[in-house]
């Protein structure tokens, strides 16, 4: 301001006083007697001018005295806070998928030896993922040579940030989780139903920190169970129970005693310790019972039981479980006939697994590459029903993972494993397989 703020009050107040009109009893001249109440009343409206532009100039000040960046913070806190709540609500179903092929070369095969291995389409899948007024959607199908397959399909709900509830086509949880594995074989588990299993049921899932709780029930196995209205029960991703084996039978001939497992409760309990800032160590324990159901009545029961551990540890990983299950039918068994990538196989009905697995990942940056994953994973299932042989199965590889390309290197080793050369319930040798995987994610 060029004019000081009092002078300009004094002028104002004056030109004030000059200038009111009087009223019209007053529109004579004033007695010479009033001529101090004027005055009075003069010094009265500057001293509120005064004390209006002291106002101001605070006002000014602390304006002056507030940082231009942290009113513009403010502002942008704001607008952020309103924008992340407006995404936090912002619905939309989100399309993915894959498209994966593989080279391999089979030691069991003499054909595929002869022509120095092959070279195949594995599957292409589509997956949905999202949510549409606060109601989440989880789906994926998986397209292979020779069938398709729901892999999971469930709708959710999320009560808090940490609870969660699923119904639908969902993962049973059991064991280590999301696998018990870093190949792309899996482990033992995974062929006899328990690792990586889908049915369909409801499930809730605590995902706290320290404490993982995951709850579900289960109806029936992801195909509709004994009776579903799928043709080929083994026209599926998961290893399904659909029957039960007689002495004699084949171990991959269609059953003749179709069976379906039912009414299962499962739950896994994890819990998190933090040694240090880049270690974490996940030991829990997982459980399950259920019903086995034939077409018109209850033909027995199973269980499953086991104990687990996943430790991070900066760049290494280890994996440890050991685990139990049991299907008793009425009358006895001791091989189960499952289904699963359109054939019949068997497992015994009641046996231990084992497994223990490390691995080793390296961030690089070659070009569009930015991590190799060493691993060793060991799996064995043994003490099996029926005084079958054991079974075991040792990977060694490599992930690479470079942009959307995924691709896995194995080199396996085994006896008595599916995809291997063998069976769960046979008897044969050790064999080798040499497997490249590799899937473009999207």
Excluded at 348 to 366: D, E, I, M
Excluded at 398 to 413: I, K, N, P, W
């Amino acid at each position: 301001m060029t004019i000081k703020p009092l002078a300009c009050a004094i002028a104002l107040g004056l030109a004030a006083s000059l200038t009111a009109p009087l009223h019209a009893a007053e529109a004579q001249v004033a007695p010479a007697t009033d001529a101090s109440a004027q005055m009075a009343a003069m010094q009265a409206q500057i001293d509120a001018l005064q004390h209006q532009l002291d106002a101001m100039r605070q006002q000014q000040a602390a304006a002056a005295a507030m940082p231009v960046d942290s009113a513009t913070e403010s502002v942008a806190a704001a607008e952020e806070s309103r924008q992340s709540a407006a995404e936090a609500h912002e619905d939309g179903i989100k399309l993915g998928g894959a498209v994966r092929f593989q080279y391999s070369r089979e030691g069991y095969s003499e054909g595929n030896r002869k022509r120095r291995g092959d070279m195949d389409f594995d599957i292409f899948r589509l997956d949905l993922d999202g949510s549409i007024g606060d109601v989440e959607l989880s789906a994926q199908y998986r397209w292979f040579q020779y069938m398709g397959a729901i892999h999971h399909a469930w709708v959710g709900y999320k009560f808090t940030e940490q609870d969660e509830g699923q119904l639908g086509i969902t993962r049973v949880p059991f064991g280590n989780q999301p696998f018990d594995s870093h190949s792309y074989f899996f482990s033992s588990n995974y062929y006899l139903g328990l690792e990586d299993a889908y049915q369909m049921g409801a499930l809730y899932v605590h995902s706290g920190d320290p404490w993982n709780v995951q709850l579900g029930f289960f109806k029936n196995d992801s195909m509709g169970g004994v009776d579903g209205f799928v043709s080929n029960r083994a026209d599926s991703y998961t290893y399904n129970v659909v029957g039960y084996r007689e002495p004699g039978e084949g171990g991959g001939d269609d059953p003749l005693h179709p069976i379906g497992v039912a009414d299962t409760a499962v739950a896994r309990v994890g819990y998190t310790f933090h040694p240090a800032d880049d270690a974490a160590i996940e030991v829990g324990v997982s459980a399950l019972r259920g019903s086995l159901e034939g077409s018109v009545a209850r033909a027995g029961d199973y269980d499953a039981e086991a104990l687990h551990a996943n430790a991070n540890l900066g760049r290494w990983n280890l994996q440890l479980q050991a685990a139990r299950y049991a299907y008793q039918i009425n009358g006895g068994a001791d091989r189960i006939a499952v289904g699963a990538y359109d054939f019949y196989d068997s497992i015994a009905a009641r046996a231990r697994s084992w497994t223990g697995n490390l691995a080793y990942t390296w961030p690089v940056s070659w070009g569009p590459v930015t991590a190799l994953t060493f691993y060793n994973d060991y799996s064995m299932v043994n003490r099996k029903s029926g005084g079958l042989p054991h079974t075991w199965m040792n990977i060694t590889g490599m992930s690479v993972a470079a942009g959307g390309l995924f691709t896995y290197f194995d080199f396996v080793t085994a006896r008595n494993q599916p995809f291997i050369g063998g069976s769960m319930v046979g008897d044969g040798e050790v064999e080798h397989r040499f497997n490249i995987n590799f899937g473009y994610y999207f």
